[in-house]
């Protein structure tokens, strides 16, 4: 730490600060006090630390910054559903999403800002990719549902889903240090297993996460087990089938023994019969996994359709005849446009229109 200018502090780790503490001739639990209340605490200013003395403020004010999000614009939908516009320290925004259920409350965060992958049916696809987010940028958004949890619900926040913004592997090291920040006893002190990623299905990163023995569940975006089908509906499919995808699950599942969930959309006409169906099913059989079939949320007047209930029916005959648990999800918070696929920063883009 030799440069002049403030760094923020949340980029260092607890021994990086415990060496900057000692160079600087003060103790080093005061590093770990410190740490705790940047992260366990969410505290955003040096001099809400009210077990640091003053001079020690000052010093970590020369130093250091804290950037921290900001809850820009809340919505409240008629079924509970909260969704926040969270400005970030160079003015971009991405939206999260705290969902209520009677047993569970869960944040949907997100990871990038924009997203590269330009799956056809998914507004977030329309705002291409600005950048990844930071590990703070991540967590941050976690405490601040954690919070509207409390303060709304009286609930605790029990479950993180990454299926905001962006796509998790495609920041793979800031969603990990996010993570380990959220499970630590430092952070938030949640169990991994209440994490879900969720992901389109990178090959590659899925053995990277088997080989780091991760410990939070994976979600794969299927929608379709055809590749000819899978690929018009996201193009990433054409460089990494089906086929390059079920050796990664199985790699995956050899390794962390663990179930993986295939998120599923039936649209009108695309993958609505029962050709599409019997394909699914038989995707599943390569490893223990089971299916949620999502509703699909209109993002434009597109070519895209929610299939019909008998459809959707369709589905789950098929799925449960081959022994595959496939459950029914209903959509969360349409009308702030929160729900899956839906978030794209409409009120900023609003604001700038008008
Ligand atoms: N990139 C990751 C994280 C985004 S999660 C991933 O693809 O998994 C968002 C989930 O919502 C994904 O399963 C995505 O396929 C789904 N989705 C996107 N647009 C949707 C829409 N319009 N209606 C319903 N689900 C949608």
């Not at 921290?68 to 516009?85: C, E, F, P, R, W």
């Given at each position: 730490m030799d440069s002049t200018a403030k760094k923020d502090i949340r980029k260092f780790t607890l021994e990086q600060l415990e060496e900057f503490f000692?160079?600087?001739?003060?103790?080093?639990?005061?590093?770990?006090?410190?740490?705790?209340?940047?992260w366990n605490k969410s505290l955003k200013n040096f001099d809400d630390m009210s077990n640091i003395s003053k001079e020690t403020r000052e010093m970590l004010k020369a130093n250091f910054i804290i950037?921290?999000?900001?809850?820009?614009?809340?919505?409240?939908?008629?079924?509970g559903t909260i969704k926040n516009a969270v400005k970030l320290f160079d003015s971009k925004i991405v939206e999260s999403v705290l969902i209520p259920t009677s047993k569970r409350i869960t944040a949907c965060v997100s990871s990038q800002v924009g997203c590269s992958l330009d799956c056809n049916f998914c507004a977030t696809a329309r705002l291409k990719r600005m950048r990844n987010l930071n590990p703070d940028e991540i967590y941050d958004q976690v405490v601040a549902i954690k919070e509207e949890a409390e303060t709304y619900f009286n609930r605790p926040l029990t479950?993180?889903?990454?299926?905001?913004?962006?796509?998790?592997?495609?920041n793979y090291a800031n969603v990990i240090e996010?993570?380990?920040?959220?499970?630590s006893p430092e952070g938030l002190g949640m169990a991994a297993r209440r994490i879900t990623l969720s992901t389109v299905g990178i090959p590659k990163m899925i053995k990277k996460m088997a080989d780091d023995e991760v410990k939070?569940?994976?979600?794969?975006?299927?929608?379709?087990?055809?590749?000819?089908?899978?690929?018009?509906?996201?193009?990433?499919?054409?460089?990494?089938?089906?086929?390059?995808?079920?050796?990664?699950?199985?790699?995956?599942?050899?390794?962390?023994?663990?179930?993986v969930t295939y998120e599923y959309v039936i649209w009108d006409g695309i993958n609505?019969?029962?050709?599409h169906a019997r394909a699914l099913a038989k995707f599943c059989k390569i490893i223990p996994s089971k299916v949620n079939i999502i509703q699909y949320n209109p993002i434009d007047e597109g070519e895209f359709r929610q299939a019909s209930r008998e459809a959707?029916?369709?589905?789950?005959?098929?799925?449960?005849?081959?022994?595959?648990?496939?459950?029914v999800r209903k959509s969360r918070g349409q009308d702030i446009d929160a729900a899956c696929g839906q978030l794209a920063n409409k009120n900023e883009v609003a604001q700038l229109e008008s």
């Amino acid at each position: 730490m030799d440069s002049t200018a403030k760094k923020d502090i949340r980029k260092f780790t607890l021994e990086q600060l415990e060496e900057f503490f000692i160079e600087k001739g003060e103790k080093k639990f005061r590093a770990k006090q410190v740490y705790e209340w940047l992260w366990n605490k969410s505290l955003k200013n040096f001099d809400d630390m009210s077990n640091i003395s003053k001079e020690t403020r000052e010093m970590l004010k020369a130093n250091f910054i804290i950037n921290h999000i900001h809850v820009d614009l809340m919505q409240h939908s008629a079924d509970g559903t909260i969704k926040n516009a969270v400005k970030l320290f160079d003015s971009k925004i991405v939206e999260s999403v705290l969902i209520p259920t009677s047993k569970r409350i869960t944040a949907c965060v997100s990871s990038q800002v924009g997203c590269s992958l330009d799956c056809n049916f998914c507004a977030t696809a329309r705002l291409k990719r600005m950048r990844n987010l930071n590990p703070d940028e991540i967590y941050d958004q976690v405490v601040a549902i954690k919070e509207e949890a409390e303060t709304y619900f009286n609930r605790p926040l029990t479950n993180i889903v990454f299926m905001g913004m962006g796509e998790p592997l495609l920041n793979y090291a800031n969603v990990i240090e996010a993570i380990d920040k959220i499970t630590s006893p430092e952070g938030l002190g949640m169990a991994a297993r209440r994490i879900t990623l969720s992901t389109v299905g990178i090959p590659k990163m899925i053995k990277k996460m088997a080989d780091d023995e991760v410990k939070f569940n994976l979600a794969i975006s299927l929608h379709s087990a055809i590749n000819e089908t899978r690929s018009r509906l996201m193009p990433i499919n054409d460089v990494n089938p089906l086929e390059d995808l079920a050796e990664a699950l199985k790699y995956w599942y050899q390794k962390t023994k663990r179930k993986v969930t295939y998120e599923y959309v039936i649209w009108d006409g695309i993958n609505d019969n029962e050709e599409h169906a019997r394909a699914l099913a038989k995707f599943c059989k390569i490893i223990p996994s089971k299916v949620n079939i999502i509703q699909y949320n209109p993002i434009d007047e597109g070519e895209f359709r929610q299939a019909s209930r008998e459809a959707v029916e369709m589905y789950v005959r098929i799925l449960e005849n081959n022994g595959i648990i496939a459950k029914v999800r209903k959509s969360r918070g349409q009308d702030i446009d929160a729900a899956c696929g839906q978030l794209a920063n409409k009120n900023e883009v609003a604001q700038l229109e008008s």
